[in-house]
């Protein structure tokens, strides 16, 4: 049974810095995508940032390129979001994914069950 555990998650003042962690667990992971999506109150879940097999790949949203860092640690099955200069609009659920291929997308068959990050102004 694949299960994506999300974790990491809290509150933060503006400017602060949280790390996300995803563990994969349940088949091997060997040539799958992973990533993370968010989903704010009243809004569509959003893509974030993704990361291929190797690491060689990397994509991020627009909105937190500069920001955010996407790295994995394919020993542990893990995908690590670093969230640096948060801002009140990053705040939402973070849901990590994984999918064969590339990239992730909202159609990944894998995902975690979410973790809360909150950014007070």
């Known amino acids: 049974q694949v299960q994506l555990v999300d974790s990491g998650g809290g509150l933060v003042q503006a400017g602060g810095s949280l790390r996300l962690s995803c563990a994969a667990s349940g088949r091997t992971f060997s040539r799958y995508a992973m990533g993370w999506f968010r989903q704010a109150p009243g809004k569509e879940r959003e893509f974030v940032a993704t990361?291929?097999?190797?690491?060689?790949?990397?994509y991020y949203a627009d909105s937190v390129k500069g920001r955010f860092t996407i790295s994995q640690d394919n020993a542990k099955n893990t995908v690590y979001l670093q969230m640096n200069s948060l801002k009140p609009e990053d705040t939402a659920v973070y849901y990590c994914?994984?999918?064969?291929?590339?990239?992730?997308?909202?159609?990944?068959?894998?995902w975690g069950q979410g973790t809360q990050v909150t950014v007070s102004s």
């Open positions: 994914a994984a999918q064969f291929g590339v990239v992730v997308t909202t159609t990944a068959p894998y």
């Open positions: 990361i291929n097999w190797s690491g060689s790949n990397t």
